[in-house]
T-cell receptor, first 113, second 117 residues
């Protein structure tokens, strides 16, 4: 039972364009969401997060949007750079007081120079 | 200077053997985790320790036993290895979670690729 779904296993984008990575969740108890980025042979690294009290959080070229009614979030990268090529994991948690992250399967982003 | 380190990076072993994976963090965090990334690429939590106490123990065979000698270390011991144990195992750490505080970022180690033959 996948509580966090990333339905696109891969995405290719031209350098300079926008990359949009999508994530859906089914558990209504989730109220804090995170994106992690993973390069080959390395562990995931934290990228950006959003609390359910917000619908948008921005950090430089990275913006995460949350649509609670649709149980959907997305990560926008603008402009995309070749160094952004990695696997992006969406993760969710019931929030404060919880240690438990539930991860999606990941989307492999390839940014083409 | 690596924040979360794991040894070994690669581990190839025969079915039935017992093996350990070590994890150390130098971030001063109170909470440490073990995750398994299987062939389907899902990252699933196995265990979590806070201040050396077990706080998460997901449905994991009891052949897997975590050991936390101190707050900076969380080792994973696996008995009687099976083919299905082949996966990448990630250690992670975070600050303690306090009620009312936002979830703290988890910092991951580089992973240990375990292959059981």
């Amino acid at each position: 039972d996948q509580q966090v779904k990333q339905n696109s296993p891969s995405l290719s984008v031209q350098e300079g364009r926008i990359s949009i990575l999508n994530c859906d969740y089914t558990n209504s108890m989730f109220d804090y969401f995170l994106w992690y980025k993973k390069y080959p042979a390395e562990g995931p690294t934290f990228l950006i997060s959003i609390s359910s009290i917000k619908d948008k959080n921005e950090d430089g070229r990275f913006t995460v949007f949350l649509n609670k009614s649709a149980k959907h979030l997305s990560l926008h990268i603008v402009p995309s750079q070749p160094g952004d090529s990695a696997v992006y994991f969406c993760a969710a948690t019931p929030g404060a007081g919880s240690y438990q992250l539930t991860f999606g399967k990941g989307t492999k982003l390839s940014v083409i120079p | 200077d690596t924040a979360v380190s794991q040894t070994p990076k690669y581990l190839v072993t025969q079915m039935g053997n017992d093996k350990s994976i070590k994890c150390e963090q130098n971030l001063g965090h109170d909470t440490m985790y073990w995750y398994k990334q299987d062939s389907k690429k899902f990252l699933k939590i196995m265990f979590s320790y806070n201040n050396k106490e077990l706080i998460i123990n997901e449905t994991v065979p009891n052949r897997f036993s975590p050991k936390s000698p101190d707050k900076a270390h969380l080792n994973l011991h696996i008995n009687s290895l099976e083919l299905g144990d082949s996966a990448v195992y990630f250690c992670a750490s975070s600050q303690s979670i306090r009620q009312g505080a936002l979830i703290d970022t988890q910092y991951f180690g580089p992973g240990t690729r375990l292959t059981v033959l």
